[in-house]
């Protein structure tokens, strides 16, 4: 990197903090709202976790999709799925704010970004499948052990992101678990 990129460099990580303080539709086990940065750290704490027994999934690739799958939510903010129009894919302004984002690094980096994100997002290779089927995982993760609201809808994620979570044992052990820890959580109220 030149010392001439650096500040762009700079403008980008600055502007990436915003999912510090990015809330999503999920609350922490303390009973806050959960924020962006906080679902994508422990998203790739997962797939740190997991990544060892898919020996086709490049490690290092699928944790830069982990660190990046979420970053155009610093300018637009998360849309719970739950309230997403699936006649606006939230993809695509997801992607544009994500290039926003980038704008100001080198066009390297920024290229490098972008083609991760949307290998993530079409969900073909190996990593990307792995990585959304993490994303899906960690936030039912979350939503079975945060201090949610009285009103929140555990049924939804019975078969949220289900597609992504099928036809793999590992995943499918996981989801299992997480779905009865979900039923229970219902049934509790």
């Not at 010392?3 to 999920?26: C, I, N, Q």
């Not at 980038?102 to 980096?109: A, R």
């Not at 994100?117 to 990307?128: G, I, M, R």
Request: aromatic share 6%; hydrophobic share 40%; net charge negative.
């Amino acid at each position: 990197m030149n010392p001439s990129d650096l500040a762009g460099v700079l403008e980008f990580l600055r502007s990436a903090e915003r999912l510090k303080h990015t809330v999503r539709s999920a609350w922490t086990s303390a009973g806050e709202p959960e924020s962006v940065a906080e679902h994508t750290w422990r998203l790739c704490l997962m797939a740190l976790v997991f990544a060892p027994r898919y020996p086709e999934v490049d490690p290092a690739r699928l944790l830069k999709m982990c660190v990046i799958h979420d970053l155009g939510e610093a300018i637009g903010g998360d849309i719970p799925a739950v309230d997403q129009d699936p006649t606006a894919p939230k993809a695509d302004d997801e992607r544009r704010d994500l290039l926003t984002l980038v704008e100001p690094l080198p066009m390297g980096l920024r290229s490098e970004i972008v083609d991760l994100w949307d290998e993530y997002e079409a969900a073909e290779s190996p990593e990307a499948r792995l990585a959304k089927a993490l994303d899906k995982l960690e936030t039912i993760l979350q939503h079975t052990q945060g201090h949610n609201p009285p009103d929140f809808d555990y049924a939804f994620n019975l078969d949220y992101g289900r597609r992504y979570t099928s036809g793999d044992p590992l995943l499918e052990a996981v989801r299992e678990i997480l779905d009865t820890e979900t039923e229970r959580r219902a049934r509790e109220g």
